[in-house]
Nanobody
Framework: QVQLVESGGGLVQAGGSLRLSCAAS????????MGWFRQAPGKEREFVGAINWTGGNTYYADSVKGRFTMSRDIAKNTVYLQMTSLKPEDTAVYFC???????????????????WGQGTQVTVSS
């Protein structure tokens, strides 16, 4: 079992920045793919980005590419999502997810992930 806890959400003006954290516990994340998703009211959960724990390779949705950056701290068992140049349309609940996958293929569909955090609200005002 993997437990995930997100933090770092909040209210920010358009153009601002936030850094979300996802702390994992229960086991080490070697051979895991970690993903960030978001869900706005009335919308489906949307892929934001993914990182494979072992190699650190990252993959992003086109909507956030160039603005968001994922990273991981192996010692802290934590994944980060650095968000810059935020827009009102980035407003959503952001979720961290984990998928055990020795192939380390990027996973872009919510249904592929095994473990989820509770989410953290990000609100971007115009």
């Amino acid at each position: 079992q993997v437990q995930l806890v997100e933090s770092g959400g909040g209210l920010v003006q358009a153009g601002g920045s936030l850094r979300l954290s996802c702390a994992a516990s229960g086991r080490t994340l070697s051979w895991y793919v970690m993903g960030w998703f978001r869900q706005a009211p009335g919308k489906e959960r949307e892929f934001v980005g993914a990182i494979n724990w072992t190699g650190g390779n990252t993959y992003y949705a086109d909507s956030v590419k160039g603005r968001f950056t994922m990273s991981r701290d192996i010692a802290k068992n934590t994944v980060y999502l650095q968000m810059t140049s935020l827009k009102p349309e980035d407003t959503a609940v952001y979720f961290c997810a984990a998928k055990f996958d020795p192939t380390l293929r990027p996973r872009r569909t919510a249904g592929e992930y095994d473990y989820w955090g509770q989410g953290t609200q990000v609100t971007v005002s115009s």
